[in-house]
């Protein structure tokens, strides 16, 4: 079955700086890869994802490239900020499965 | 709309106790899922259904059963509960073919088992 890889499992930046989380995972044939964020205590909750026509996809200050030779997409925040500290999950699925696998998570601390 | 909602959140159980956990949606979302989390572990998938009437196993089923009540409802039984159970335990919808859509999660139940 899939396996997705994720890293780092903690980053610390600080505030107006950038962060990158990085996602592999196993199967050629995946198509879809969502990510989502859980603030603490809270539910986890999609806040971009992209589908394997596209190499990259922009919603303000996130972005997500896709690199479907290499097996590996990326999650990249600009200017962050406190309320950016949150938990984040990769996930990875395929057409005809009813189960994304996710990414054991990355916990995002952003210092004032 | 509600979205997904889950009962009760926080539930303590002795060791060898049973209990359901509840969940519901208002989206006429096809498929459901029940997930674990555990710290440093992520997201693991213990049981889903594609559409009503059809349940499967996912990656930890081992001590839980599920029943797809109908479109709307899919609840999680334990029937003799252990200490390796205690988790925060999330129900999620989605539109169909749930692995190429958003799923929405309810918010969650937070189980300990003494």
């Known amino acids: 079955g899939e396996n997705v890889e994720q890293h780092p499992s903690t980053l610390s930046v600080q505030e107006g700086d950038s962060a990158v989380i990085k996602c592999t995972y196993s199967?050629?044939?995946?198509?879809?890869f969502p990510w989502y964020k859980q603030e603490l205590g809270k539910r986890p909750q999609l806040i971009i994802d992209i589908r394997s026509n596209v190499g990259e996809k922009k919603d303000q200050r996130i972005a997500v490239t896709l690199n479907k030779t290499a097996k590996h997409f990326s999650l990249h925040i600009t200017e962050t900020q406190p309320e950016d500290s949150a938990v984040y999950f990769c996930a990875a699925s395929k057409g005809g499965s009813y189960i994304p696998t996710f990414g054991r998570g990355t916990s995002l601390i952003v210092h004032p | 709309n509600a979205g997904v909602t889950q009962t009760p959140k926080f539930q303590v159980l002795k060791t060898g106790q049973s209990m359901t956990l509840q969940c519901a949606q208002d989206?006429?979302?096809?498929?459901m899922y029940w997930y674990r989390q555990d710290p440093g572990m992520g997201l693991r998938l213990i049981y889903y259904s594609a559409s009503e009437g059809t349940t499967d196993k996912g990656e930890v089923p081992n001590g839980y059963n599920v029943s797809r009540l109908n479109k709307r409802e899919f609840s999680l039984r334990l029937e003799s509960a252990a200490p390796s159970q205690t988790s925060v335990y999330f129900c999620a919808s989605s539109p169909e073919r749930g692995g190429l859509y958003e799923q929405f999660f309810g918010p969650g139940t937070r189980l300990t088992v003494l």
């Open positions: 989206m006429n979302h096809n498929s």
């Open positions: 199967d050629s044939a995946s198509n879809y």
